[in-house]
């Protein structure tokens, strides 16, 4: 292994932001290994949201370290560039292109060059329509292949959004809250699909739904005002009394 | 090859419209020149500049449809590049004049011999020559949305905000080009021209010509904006119109794409201003104001924005509309192009084409499932 590989995936150390005075992330670590899982709990208000638009260059630290694979240092490059770096990121309320087909969805946010001029002279080829096509599978939607992203349930918008992070191929997958609106089945559903990508991909889930935390059955991290509260296996973050003081309650 | 995929890529309906357009071009002159005025079709002359005015403003809107109905950027200072267009051309035309200016002065407009100018400004060199005028033309809108386009779209300066500041972008050359100091005729702005490539701009032949130019200028500027829309760039900026972070987090460099369209825009803004300019005879800084860059989108959100026949069916209807009701009912025309907006704003938010079109793919699926029904095949993933 080179020592690159070695590094972790992703690196936080002290990092703090505050907006207007307030701390929204206070000295917050973090460390993410290849291929690793982890989900995030916590209150409102802990800095989860705030966390994802660090590492993702939305909004610049007010001190502190983000270092992706290594040496890639993410507060020196903005949005445009951390994606193509392999960050992918899914919003918390879904975000798809409403006007187009899921096909093309998906086509747009396919790993390949972000150029103008590359943009338009584009042709489709066999092994990118093949590529889609098993996304497709992979998210549950081939049958709703052709039909407006606007068409969907909340639930497969959800999916269509994981879809577009799997066509992205990113090294990172950044989901907030996957689940939010879902009904059991479907939140059953998602976490079966998130496992399958993470046998792939690093993934950080934020989520507030403990049954879904207990089926990824991975390490959770809980944030609490900004900072990490516990770190651990669910059952040791749950016993945990400063979690079930602020966050889980008695 | 290339031809092929090219048609692939249009679609029937859009070579349809090129192909109408380029027999306008070719027809109208024939019916205007050949027949004699007493044929039944024989086309007047005055509709001919009429309309070819029109069709000038249907090319501003196909342009400023582009980057509003495709990419979410409502520009209401498009008239901006429009008039700059007309400037340059303009200026070659009043180079052409010669000595036959009221002063009579070889190289000095009959502006610059009033304002007692010695010689001419540098801007003004080169444009004695139609292809250095045919260049800026397109080049001095594109440079100003070029600039604009990269501060505002760098800065992330989004909708209304961004409406705002192209609007004060056409006021503020609306001031500065009043100022004779500018250079550019002042308030009179450029007229009296009388020649254009070695004809006279009155004769019913150039006129005729140009009618055709600005049919092909429009077609091919249809033609440019269909391959853009329907290529996957075209797809990103509608991309870019609904869901501007998700493509951002995605990786693509938005602020660039929508420079791009931003400035394709303008230089045919700029296009039909040229071709505007020789058909009325003058230019003035009245083409600045910010009234004319809202008609503009007055006439586009009738048409239909985001399809691209729409605009240039908006702009002939409200042009045609306006030609008749100042004619008829002067009093009431500003009254009727309010109301026009607000209906259609109310009730047609995709304007006009955009609701034939949505009423024709519900027809077709209706006669789709009869036809389904009928045969007893049961309509695919209907949940």
Redesign the interface.
């Known amino acids: 292994m080179s020592p690159k590989e070695k590094q972790p995936l992703l690196y936080l150390n002290g990092v703090s932001v505050s907006f207007d005075g307030f701390k929204a992330i206070n000295n917050l670590s973090l460390v993410v290994e290849r291929g690793e899982m982890r989900a995030i709990i916590g209150p409102n208000g802990a800095g989860k949201t705030t966390m994802m638009d660090i590492i993702t260059g939305k909004t610049r630290p007010d001190e502190g370290e983000v270092f992706f694979e290594g040496d890639t240092d993410l507060t020196k490059y903005d949005e445009a560039d951390i994606a193509c770096l392999g960050i992918g990121r899914k919003f918390q309320k879904p975000t798809v292109f409403e006007n187009h087909s899921v096909y093309d969805n998906l086509a747009l946010a396919f790993d390949e060059d972000r150029g103008i001029l590359a943009n338009l002279f584009h042709n489709e080829t066999r092994s990118r329509r093949g590529r889609i096509n098993e996304i497709l599978d992979t998210v549950r939607l081939s049958h709703r292949k052709d039909f407006l992203a606007s068409e969907l349930s909340h639930g497969q918008k959800q999916w269509l959004e994981i879809g577009m992070l799997l066509a992205q191929d990113p090294k990172l997958l950044l989901v907030d809250e996957p689940v939010a609106g879902m009904t059991d089945a479907e939140t059953v559903e998602t976490a079966n699909l998130l496992r399958e990508i993470s046998k792939n991909h690093s993934v950080i889930v934020v989520e507030h739904d403990m049954g879904f935390i207990r089926d990824l059955d991975v390490k959770v991290t809980c944030l609490a005002e900004g900072s990490v509260l516990s770190e651990g296996s669910l059952d040791h973050v749950a016993s945990d009394e400063k979690v079930i003081e602020s966050y889980l309650g008695r | 090859m290339i031809s092929k ?1 090219l048609f692939t890529k249009l679609g029937p309906q859009s070579i349809w419209i090129v192909a109408l357009l380029f027999l306008i071009a070719a027809v109208v002159p024939l019916l205007n020149l050949a027949l004699p005025e007493s044929h039944p079709l024989h086309v007047p002359s005055y509709l001919v500049g009429l309309f070819g005015k029109y069709l000038c403003y249907a090319m501003l809107a196909l342009a400023l449809d582009l980057v509003w109905g495709y990419c979410g950027i409502l520009s209401l200072g498009h008239g901006a590049f429009f008039a700059l267009g007309g400037y340059a051309m303009g200026m070659y035309l009043m180079r052409q004049i010669g000595t036959r200016g009221v002063y009579a002065h070889p190289t000095l407009p009959d502006f610059m011999v009033f304002l007692n100018w010695e010689e001419l400004p540098w801007f003004w060199l080169g444009f004695d020559q139609f292809w250095f005028a045919a260049l800026m033309v397109v080049a001095v809108p594109g440079l100003l949305a070029f600039v604009f386009g990269w501060f505002a779209f760098r800065s992330r300066v989004t909708g209304v905000y961004l409406s705002i500041i192209t609007q004060a972008m056409t006021y503020a050359l609306l001031l500065a080009f009043f100022r004779n100091d500018m250079g550019f005729g002042g308030n009179n702005g450029l007229t009296d021209f009388k020649d254009m490539l070695g004809v006279s701009l009155q004769s019913d032949g150039t006129r005729a010509a140009l009618f055709s130019a600005t049919a092909v200028a429009l077609g091919l500027s249809f033609l440019l904006c269909s391959l ?1 829309v329907n ?3 075209g ?2 900026l ?2 870019i119109r ?2 501007e ?10 602020e ?2 929508k420079l ?1 369209a931003f400035v394709v825009s303008a230089m045919i803004a700029g296009v039909a201003g040229a071709l505007y300019v020789p058909q009325v005879g003058i230019i003035n800084p009245g083409e600045f104001a910010p009234a004319n860059s809202i008609e503009v989108v007055i006439w586009t959100a009738v048409g239909g924005r985001g399809t691209l026949f729409g605009p240039i069916f908006g702009a002939l209807l409200v042009n045609g509309g306006k030609s008749y009701f100042t004619a008829a009912y002067p009093e009431y025309w500003l009254f009727a192009l309010g109301g026009l907006f607000v209906l259609v704003t109310l009730f047609l938010p995709k304007g006009i084409v955009g609701v034939l079109s949505q009423l024709r793919s519900a027809a077709q699926k209706q006669l789709g499932q009869r036809a389904s029904a009928e045969t007893g095949a049961k309509p695919e ?1 209907a949940e």
Do not use: E, Q
């Open positions: 995929s853009i290529s996957k760039f797809k990103l509608v991309a609904d869901a972070s998700r493509a951002r987090f995605l990786g693509y460099r938005v660039h794409f791009f993933a």
